[in-house]
């Protein structure tokens, strides 16, 4: 809405966020004073979020008397028209882009959301994560059923997902796109099948099977997962350190241990790179069709030099702006 000044007190609720106290449109100085005064009682009598404001300039006398008597000029305010910024949710959950499919699903089922910005240090929106997005993932189409079997990710990454302990590690930090492979069957199909992969690209989980370990560890896999919390004899421990061989004991059983494996995936392979956003001073009536047309369930609202300041949701269009006027 346009102000359009004069007239007297309006009534306001007292539990707005903002309440402001203008004059006329083209102030002059009675307008300038009585806004500044009027907030001032109202701050002293149970108003304290009044505040002076102006929705047009100053002039000679008006700065003649402010100077005067060393008041600052009442905040400009050009319309009250109901912005994103008035809306929006200010506390912005994120996760940097080195976080885990897992991290960033934890994150959203504690706070009840559905997508999370993907936040660089400067706090510039990389891209989104979302629940949507990551069930592609971990639920592939049919036709690629191997894509269940990838695990992708470093294994440092890998043991902060499982909560594991690692017990010897080469090169942790590096990503790989490993595949799959539960030695849950006897040793001579497990050796059988060792044959038709590169052992470099696998990860392979079993329980406390020595012979299952022993035929993994001489393969030279990229890791094996011991699962249950189960202890590893010292000659394993060995030849794994002598085969460059990372060994992980898992707490989880071998089923849990498969399922997470595959959420330690980075989240920049599980994240949408194209989004929408939108700046904290543009009106809602300008982007509430853009937004109502997006697939998107959420938006980063972005500040003058793009950094993240505040979530919006197709629900906060809802939301009456918390902002009073008092004429």
Not at 161 to 188: K, V
Not at 192 to 209: A, F, I, M, N
Not at 274 to 286: K, V
Request: glycine content about 6%.
């Amino acid at each position: 809405w346009r102000l359009r000044g004069g007239g007297g007190p309006a009534s306001v609720r007292p539990l707005m966020k903002e309440v402001l106290v203008i004059g006329h449109r083209n102030p002059d100085p009675d307008a300038i004073c009585s806004a500044i005064g009027y907030a001032e009682f109202k701050r002293r009598t149970g108003l304290p979020q009044a505040q002076a404001a102006r929705c047009g300039d100053t002039n000679e006398r008006i700065d003649f008397i402010l100077r005067t008597f060393g008041v600052a000029p009442p905040r400009f305010v050009a319309d009250v028209a109901p912005r994103v910024c008035d809306v929006m949710a200010r506390n912005v959950l994120s996760v940097p882009p080195d976080a885990t499919a897992t991290e960033a699903l934890t994150l959203m089922d504690k706070a009840n959301v559905r997508v999370l910005p993907i936040l660089d240090a400067e706090r510039r929106c990389r891209a989104l994560v979302s629940v949507f997005k990551a069930s592609q993932f971990f639920f592939p189409a049919t036709g690629r059923a191997f894509d269940s079997r990838r695990v992708i990710g470093s294994l440092r990454g890998l043991t902060r997902t499982l909560q594991a302990r690692m017990i010897c590690a080469f090169e942790p930090d590096r990503e790989d796109d490993l595949i799959l492979m539960i030695g849950a069957m006897r040793s001579a199909s497990f050796a059988e099948r060792l044959q038709s992969y590169p052992p470099e690209k696998l990860l392979v989980l079993v329980g406390d099977r020595v012979d299952i370990q022993e035929l993994a560890v001489q393969a030279r896999v990229r890791a094996l997962v011991v699962t249950g919390g189960l202890a590893v004899t010292d000659e394993i421990i060995h030849e794994a350190r002598r085969n460059e061989v990372s060994l992980i004991i898992s707490p989880f059983d071998t089923a849990t241990t498969a399922m997470l494996s595959r959420a330690a995936v980075p989240v920049r392979h599980v994240q949408d790179e194209h989004f929408l956003a939108f700046h904290q001073d543009e009106r809602l009536s300008r982007v509430r069709d853009v937004a109502a047309n997006s697939a998107f369930p959420a938006f980063p609202v972005l500040d003058d030099e793009q950094r993240v300041v505040g979530i919006l949701t197709k629900s906060q269009f809802l939301k009456p702006p918390e902002r009073a006027l008092i004429l």
